[in-house]
């Protein structure tokens, strides 16, 4: 019993190492930003662009492209049998939307890229400007050959 009882010890310690390395918590993290992040993407895709892709296309809507193989069989209001019908519309809604999301999330991502490159230049430079600080051993050298001057 107390041998049992040692191992679901061992076992949750395991668990709680697991779960507070960086590796987990950083996966943890990411998941959460990528949520919402896909959010602001999903948004700035249908909020902003498909408005604009519509004016451009005259307001087609592909979601209603279909090509009916057989028609719903209705009795008064009741459907009998559904319509079957392959809805390619869609599919080429899916792909709109594939490829202003990927456009979006390469766009971001570029932006993204060049601020880091702008702050990288800027630190650069300012590395390259400033004169490199001495070697702290070179300056204690220094300043024990001073002394020993003045002793003389």
Do not use: C, H
């Not at 019908?85 to 993204?112: C, H, M, T, W």
């Amino acid at each position: 019993m107390a041998e049992e009882k040692k191992k679901k010890l061992k076992i949750i310690g395991e668990f709680k190492e697991f779960i507070s390395r960086g590796n987990v918590m950083d996966m943890a993290v990411g998941l959460i930003v990528g949520s919402a992040f896909t959010a602001i993407v999903n948004s700035l895709v249908g909020d902003l662009l498909m408005p604009l892709l519509g004016i451009i296309t005259g307001g087609i809507n592909f979601s209603d492209m279909k090509w009916v193989l057989q028609e719903a069989v209705m009795e008064g209001e009741e459907i009998i049998t559904p319509e079957v019908a392959v809805n390619y519309g869609s599919f080429i809604q899916y792909i709109i939307n594939f490829l202003l999301i990927a456009i979006s999330v390469f766009l971001l991502v570029k932006g993204i890229n060049a601020v880091r490159a702008r702050a990288e230049k800027k630190k650069k430079e300012e590395e390259e400007a400033a004169p490199p600080a001495p070697d702290p051993q070179l300056v204690l050298l220094e300043e024990i050959r001073d002394l020993l001057k003045e002793k003389k």
